[in-house]
């Protein structure tokens, strides 16, 4: 079956320590996501690609980073400067215009 | 900056009866128009889109959209228990692949 899977689904991250969320799609989609959700809030974009080997940075990109070596992925990684990571990380893809398929999430805890 | 506005609610309405849950957006030349559905502490899933001035039905749902008024509804016939959510309305434009999300509307289902 196609889809987005996120790994891990929980994750835990001490202080000052980097950590890296995968996102692997097998739906052939060109266009993957990277969103932030808090409690109560709504989606934040960080980084986006349209394209292999090409990515641009969305509205709270500070503290993050992305590749895209793959089309099929597409991991995200929270650096030591995100001085706020706690929260539930959604993952999604598209082809142009029709509507995203999100992943599982991933919810990231800072201990 | 664009925005898509939603009532947070919650919004409560009896089963069996009509929800009908809003959506206002602020770029004139948005172009396309979604419905997400999520579950607490799931990742959202698409349930309807709609490109054109009007009315799309799919089943107990309808979306609803006027491009004039810069309006998006959905309609939830027959409310079921199963339908309390919270519903995310989520625009984007035609080349334009990032989809803008409101904050949701929390909809309650009374038995």
């Known amino acids: 079956d196609g889809g987005i899977t996120q790994s891990p689904k929980y994750l835990f991250r001490k202080e000052g320590q980097n950590v890296t969320l995968s996102c692997e799609q097998n739906l052939n989609h060109d266009a993957m996501y990277w969103y932030r959700q808090d409690p109560g809030q709504g989606l934040r974009l960080i980084y986006y690609?349209?394209?292999?080997?090409?990515?641009q940075k969305g509205d709270i990109a500070e503290g993050y980073s992305v590749s895209r070596e793959k089309k099929e992925s597409f991991p995200l990684t929270v650096t030591s400067a995100q001085k706020n990571p706690t929260a539930f990380y959604l993952c999604?893809?598209?082809?142009?215009?029709?509507?995203?398929?999100f992943g599982s999430g991933t919810r990231l805890t800072v201990v | 900056q664009k925005e898509v506005e939603q009532n947070s609610g919650p919004l409560s309405v009896p089963e069996g009866a009509i929800a009908s849950l809003n959506c206002t957006y602020s770029?004139?030349?948005?172009?396309?128009f979604f419905w997400y559905r999520q579950y607490s502490g799931k990742s959202p899933e698409l349930i309807m889109f709609i490109y054109s001035n009007g009315d799309k039905e799919d089943g107990r749902f309808t979306a609803q959209l006027n491009k004039a008024s810069q309006y998006v509804s959905l309609l939830i016939r027959d409310s079921q228990p199963s339908d309390s959510a919270t519903y995310l309305c989520a625009v984007g434009g035609v080349r334009d692949d990032k989809i803008i999300f409101g904050k949701g509307t929390r909809l309650h289902i009374l038995p």
């Open positions: 770029d004139r030349g948005s172009q396309s």
């Open positions: 690609s349209q394209i292999v080997n090409d990515f």
């Open positions: 999604a893809s598209s082809w142009t215009g029709v509507g995203y398929t």
